[in-house]
Structures are given as C-alpha cells and as structure tokens.
C-alpha cells in the first residue's frame, strides 16, 4: 500500500461485508492497477489488512496446516471421550450445555494452534505494512494511522482510544452457560465482579464449600467484589492492575476493586448464592439474567435477601486471575501493630516542599483578594550550606 500514489484510473469501487469490488472500463486490461488505485482510494486500516492477510493464509494452508494440527491422535481422542462423558448434573439441558463448553474450548484452542502455524507469514506481512508506513522515514508526513478516522491531536480522543484498547484486550463477550471466574453483574446500580475459582463455579461441584448441601437447595455459592466507578484515575492507577474496563454501550466505563483508588482500603467483596447452580442462557444483546440472594443483618438476625442481576461483561480469564490473586492478598493479610499520625495519613509533596521551604527561612505569605501576588518571603537568614 502505497502513500501518495497517483494512478490515471478510474477510481470507482464497492466495499460490502462479502468482499470488494473494483469496477473498470472494459477497454483498460490494467487490472492490477485499478484495483490498487481502488484499494487505495478506500484506505482501509493496517488492522484490516493484516486481518485479510490471516484469512488469505488460513484459506492458502488451511488444509495443512488442519493436518499438522490433528497429527495427535492421541489427544484428540481422549477429547472425544470427554465430549460424550456425561456432566454431574444429570439433566438433558445440563448434558447439552456441558457438550456446548467443551466444544467452545476445542475450537478456541484448535484456531490457536491454526494460527500458531500460518501466524509468521501474518507477522512478515504486518512488518512489511509498518515499513511502508510514510512515517517510518518521516514522522511529520501524514502515515497509515490516518485511516483510522481518530482525531489523535486532541487529548479527548487519545484517551478515548486508550479507554477502547484497555477494554478490548481485557474484556470479552460474555460466553459459557454456568458462573464464571471474571463475569461481571449489575445488581440494581451496583456492578459486582465474580472472583471465586472456576473450578468452585462447576455445577453440583464443591457442594460443601462456603455453605452446606448447596447442592440440597440448588445453589452455587461464590465470592463477588463490588466495583467502584471511576471518572478520573492516573497512569500508576493503570499500570498497577486495578482497574476494570468495561464497554457499556458504545462508552467505555471504569471500576476499581479498591473504593478508595490506588490499592488503599480493602475490597467491598460478598458471598452471593446463585440460583440453579449459576446456570444461565445468554441472549441475543449478549447478556444473561441470574438470580442471586445473599446474607444480610437485620436487627439482631440474619435474612436471605433475594437480588436479580445480570451478566453484562466479562474478563478475560488472565484478568480475572489477576483480581482474584489482589482478592487473596486481602484474605492472608498479617494485621501489624504500627501506628501513624493522624496528619500523616496520606502522601502530600506540597507540604513536604513547604516543610522544606521553612527549614529555609521562607514563609508563604498571600495578599488580600490576588491570589496570583501570594510569594514566599524570607523570615530569616538561610541556614549554612556545608562544604566540603
């Protein structure tokens, strides 16, 4: 793809989700050409392209590449054994979606391996587009991140595609038929995150953890941490591992599993019981209806309280480990005998720097109704610098 390329042909050209289509006079056999010029009239983005070009090598190899990938007979056999073995809970609907999991497993893992093996002419080819990118040789001249449409210059939208990025690389549509770790739930206002194990959320499994014969009254116990929405958090917020990003709609919204920000304070977390063993049917807008119930206090007693929620995201299941393991250090942390002063409770680098200025024989002195004239004014004599 080439910037800046002038081509003396017709440019007219169809784009509809079953392909794209160069039109050309019938007297013009410069096919290559036109379809080039047409192509780079549409300026389609370097994600498209590397896109095509893993279609064009999975459709180029897909048969070998498909005997390489079943060469262990072995493993797929016993992957047949498991898909027809029959799930603990007996009930048709339950064999059906046990087969339904296990069947999104293989083909997840059996496109990965696919990938695996034509993926390197992908990446050659996706170097070759940042090569021929204008801005390679010149940083100034407009390059190939012009056909994405996004306004970078203004700061709005850099941190709207940062947002976007942040929720497609941790955030998936919501799948599976049962509880998941990293399913996150709306209950009224409030947005809640599934954190127990996976292996713990397995219908009739574990029966006896958190609450006894579960399993009796078909419900599946498991941990949730509320989420706290955020409007504004920094760059160390981000990078260290706290914040959730959640496409709602067409916006991306942010949660913390710390109410206070940073990793201060604890997480809100709740033992929720889910109705028919967290069972579920996804719908059409990718979300799944539950009926949860949970403890809570009540004069001097203790009710069930029932909640309707529903499955609006999920985690990517490397997120969701990473909150579960924050969520494990608040269940083993050792309570230490330190004590702070009380104006020393958080972090302030502007009263260490007027601390400092003190120790210099500066005072901070502000004139009536001018904030813009308040100064530091000497009140004394500098304390002697050592030398050496």
Known sequence: MAAGHQQAVPRCHSRTDGGFIAFADKKNTELLDILQAAIEDWRPSPSRL???RIRAEISLQGAGAEDSALSDKDAYWQYYQEL?????????QAAKNHRKTLLEGHAARHTERLLDLIGMKAVAFGLKVLEADPTEADAKVPGFAEHYAIKSTTKKERE???AHYNAHISTKPVSGWHLHSGHIFKIDQEMWVCLSPFCDLVPMQKA?????????????PFVAV???PKTEFSRAEVNSNTLTFLKEGKAIKTYSVYPIGGEFGSPVWRLFMASDYGKFEIKENRTADL???????????MQVEPAKARIVGQLRYEYALNLIQKLGVEFTRVGLDFSAPAECQFFNPLRMLECRFVELGLRYVGMKGSATCAKWRRIRPPPTMASA
């Open 50 to 52: 590397m896109s095509s």
């Open 84 to 92: 027809r073995s029959a799930p603990l809970d007996a009930s048709p």
């Open 160 to 162: 709207k595609a940062l």
């Open 208 to 220: 006896t953890a958190a609450v006894r014969d579960s399993s009796a009254a078909a419900v599946k």
């Open 226 to 228: 509320r989420l706290t």
């Open 291 to 301: 009926n949860l119930s949970y403890l809570f206090g009540k004069g001097q007693t």
